[in-house]
């Protein structure tokens, strides 16, 4: 049971934990504070969190747990701001979707204190934004991946570690760098085709009538581009080399199909359609999960 959370960022990723940890009887108070007055006042309203906070730093203060729930770019700005009310009992987590960057701005952030950090990427989420889509349950049977670094503090990941497996979750861990090349290929590159594949079609002067016959294949594939724009601006421009690296991966393959295609290659196109099919009916989310410790 922890005394207080101090949720830095009110949002869906935040709402969302505070929720969960309030479900699970894990924490007796949680105290906000968010850029937007108006989404910390709207937090409270909801039962999000209990107290709002005027600052990030006021956010932390007696807090034993904190969650930093703010867009990766803003991440060394934010723990900058709490630094001296960083204790080493204090167990610092964030949910950012790039891992290496993170990491780095913890370093240059917290210095000393950095060893109660542990960077955290739960593997869920959604197109909408916002607290009032907060939910208790968005964590739940979700995998976290975990990226401790020399630095972290062995009580503090095992306290991470327990967390997340209360609300739910499946936990493991992998280094900063082998994450952000895993996610590159599994979650920025599909986001980065998905955008587009829209801007594609709305290039086109018919763009919005073939939109108007597009079907569930379609709105399937396309799901994610309805994601937060700014965000996957951030995460796209953190792990750039990395997110960069799987396109040219992804051209090559794609060439591969269109040189079948124009040269009538109907065995060589069918080989290479039937090893994606077979690839994704045998795939299942989640069910081989890295161990990999820096």
Request: aromatic share 6%.
């Amino acid at each position: 049971m922890f005394e207080q959370l101090g949720l830095i960022g009110c949002g869906l990723m935040g709402g969302s934990f505070a929720l969960a940890l309030k479900k699970a009887g894990l924490v007796k108070r949680v105290v906000g504070y968010s850029k937007s007055p108006s989404t910390t006042d709207r937090a409270r309203q909801l039962g999000v969190i209990d107290v709002e906070a005027p600052s990030a730093l006021l956010a932390v203060a007696g807090a034993d747990i904190v969650l930093v729930a703010v867009p990766v770019a803003a991440t060394e700005a934010t723990l900058k701001a709490i630094k001296h009310l960083v204790t080493p009992q204090m167990l610092i987590m964030d949910v950012g979707s790039t891992k290496a960057d993170v990491v780095q701005a913890a370093r240059r952030a917290l210095r000393d204190q950095v060893g109660s950090f542990v960077p955290a990427h739960p593997i869920t989420g959604r197109e909408v934004a916002g607290v009032e889509h907060a939910d208790a349950e968005l964590y739940y049977g979700r995998q976290v991946i975990l990226t401790p670094t020399e630095r972290t503090l062995t009580a503090q990941l095992l306290q991470a570690q327990e967390v997340w497996q209360a609300i739910g979750c499946r936990v493991s861990s992998m280094s900063p760098e082998s994450h952000d090349s895993a996610f590159a290929a599994v979650s920025h590159l599909p986001h980065l085709l998905a955008f587009a594949m829209m801007n594609t079609l709305t290039g086109q002067p018919e763009g919005d009538d073939y939109l108007s016959l597009a079907g569930p294949g379609f709105r399937d594939f396309t799901r994610i581009a309805a994601g937060e724009p700014k965000m996957w601006r951030d995460i796209m421009l953190a792990n750039r080399d990395e997110l960069l690296a799987q396109s040219k991966l992804f051209q090559q393959a794609l060439a591969q199909l269109e040189q079948a295609i124009a040269s009538g290659n109907a065995q060589a196109l069918e080989d290479m359609l039937t090893l994606a099919s077979e690839t994704r009916a045998h795939w299942r989310m989640g069910a081989q999960r890295t161990s990999k410790q820096p």
